[in-house]
């Protein structure tokens, strides 16, 4: 099962929001159509949205439109959200070579080609390392849905998830729940599951507890974006399982593609952080017009995180090698 492909001219995406009761393909075959599954997160994750933006730059050149509506549509793909650097990314990537429908399709295609191909050589590298780290009967704790769900197929922290399972150095999994839309809850159980992965699910400030308790060996998730600094921005949540990782003195293990480094953006500080609204929290029982602060995303400070995993490296300390080499 691909997660976002392009099938018969039109994307074609797993809507998240229906699982885990239901498994819906969405055919979408207009921008605005993307856009719309992109903001309501039916399509989500970093690497996911990369191939979105990527190919929802080929619907626009499908759509022969001039070159000002063609722009219109790259800038509110580019926009539809703000803090997983691969959505605009991707975008660009493909909208440089607009207006060819052609050459737009087969770039898109190479971007969500290389991603698959980017989750096999991060499961390999991040296996390898935590096995390094932790040793056989790992137990993990991660957040948020990192699997096959956020890229196009295995994923990125899951796909380490799996590989150690595969080589059957895995004792279980902790999956945090990931308030307040329960992308941990709903998805990583359920992709957990279906790979028959030993798990056990946690409100997300049970974490830092467990790994006090002596119940996790490493925390391993993904990012959205990681800084030249080295700083990582993931899923609301994460920064305190960093600082109960780090209490603990167990490693803090981050796992994305080269194509979730910005070194561009020099820190944490510069990154705009989504705030998805009252009514996702407000709207659970609180007293009605109660206002609320929603930052779907946070900032983890890179003297936080033992080691970043990508496609291509695993390294510690700023992303932009400026500290040192790569440590693997
Ligand atoms: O709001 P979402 O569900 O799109 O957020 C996704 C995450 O924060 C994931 O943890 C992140 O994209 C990591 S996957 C490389």
Not at 2 to 7: A, G, S
Not at 39 to 53: E, N
Not at 87 to 106: E, I, K, M, T, W
Request: aromatic share 4%; charged share 20%.
């Amino acid at each position: 099962m691909r997660t976002i492909d392009w099938i018969d001219g039109a994307v074609v995406i797993v809507d998240q929001t229906r699982l885990p009761g239901e498994t819906v393909y969405l055919r979408l075959e207009s921008v605005d159509e993307l856009v719309a599954a992109i903001q309501r997160l039916a399509v989500r994750g970093a690497p996911a949205l990369g191939v979105a933006g990527a190919l929802g730059v080929a619907l626009a050149a499908a759509g022969h439109e001039g070159a000002q509506e063609q722009a219109h549509a790259v800038h509110l793909l580019e926009t539809a959200r703000p803090t997983a650097v691969n959505l605009a990314r991707g975008a660009r990537r493909v909208a440089a070579l607009l207006p060819s429908f052609d050459a737009c399709l087969a770039e898109a295609l190479r971007i969500r080609d290389e991603e698959i191909a980017s989750s096999a050589e991060m499961a390999r590298r991040g296996a390898d390392l935590v096995e390094r780290l932790c040793g056989p009967g790992v137990r993990l704790l991660t957040h948020c849905n990192t699997g096959g769900l956020c890229t196009v197929v295995d994923g990125t922290a899951l796909a380490v998830v799996f590989e150690l399972h595969r080589r059957g150095k895995l004792a279980g999994v902790v999956a945090s729940e990931t308030r307040p839309l329960l992308q941990g809850a709903r998805l990583t159980t359920w992709e957990l599951a279906r790979e028959g992965v030993p798990h056990r699910l946690a409100v997300d400030s049970a974490g830092p507890f467990l790994m006090a308790r002596g119940e996790v060996d490493a925390v391993i998730l993904g990012a959205d974006r990681i800084c030249a600094n080295g700083d990582v921005v993931n899923k609301i949540g994460t920064y305190a399982h960093a600082l109960g990782a780090r209490a603990a003195g167990i490693p803090f293990i981050c796992v994305a593609p080269e194509s979730t480094v910005d070194l561009a953006t020099a820190s944490g500080a510069d990154v705009e952080i989504e705030d998805r609204g009252a009514a996702e929290v407000a709207g659970h029982g609180a007293p009605d017009g109660t206002a609320a602060v929603n930052p779907a995303f946070d900032v983890t400070p890179a003297e936080l995180v033992t080691a970043v995993v990508t496609d291509e490296r695993v390294f510690s300390g700023r992303a932009d090698g400026a500290n040192g080499p790569a440590v693997g």
